[in-house]
């Protein structure tokens, strides 16, 4: 079965934009994160209650103009526990052959109290094939990078 996919479609409107009358990176980065949170959200069910954890990645390739019509692309690249990482796809332009942009997104599943808990089913829904290598090329290179909670309570305790 392949993975599941979110679509979204946007219209840069002169509010999204910067002084140059191209998307401003703010809103860039707001359109990746509710693509990437509506990835998650359907990964984890109606059960589950995630928190954006880190932008692992985000790569902007291409101004893109305030008119512009834009299609951004979600899948589910990794789940482990209660984490997981959603991947997203600024499909090409018109005219272009490349992705305008895309980055990697991971999501922690929380309890009530915004603590760390394992998602409510397992997650094993994910993107694979020529679309999205590419995006799980990086975070496997990625992978080796941990999170630095552990280093700023360290740092605390020694204040």
């Not at 059960?47 to 880190?54: F, S, T």
Request: proline share 6%.
């Amino acid at each position: 079965m392949p993975a599941t996919e979110t679509t979204s479609h946007r219209l840069v409107l002169p509010a999204d934009a910067n002084h140059h009358g191209t998307l401003y990176a703010g809103s860039l980065l707001r359109y990746a994160l509710e693509n990437a949170y509506a990835t998650a959200c359907r990964a984890a069910g109606p059960a589950g209650n995630l928190m954006l954890r880190r932008v692992l990645s985000l790569e902007c390739r291409r101004s893109v103009p305030v008119g512009a019509l834009v299609e951004i692309r979600g899948a589910v690249l990794q789940a482990k526990q209660g984490y997981m990482v959603a991947g997203v796809i600024g499909m090409p332009l018109d005219g272009h052959t490349l992705p305008w942009m895309d980055g990697l997104l991971g999501f922690a599943q929380v309890d009530a109290a915004g603590l760390p808990e394992a998602f409510p089913e397992p997650i094993t829904d994910f993107a694979q094939g020529g679309l999205w290598k590419p995006l799980r090329d990086r975070l496997d290179k990625l992978a080796g990078i941990r999170g630095a909670t552990a280093d700023w309570i360290a740092a605390l305790e020694g204040a």
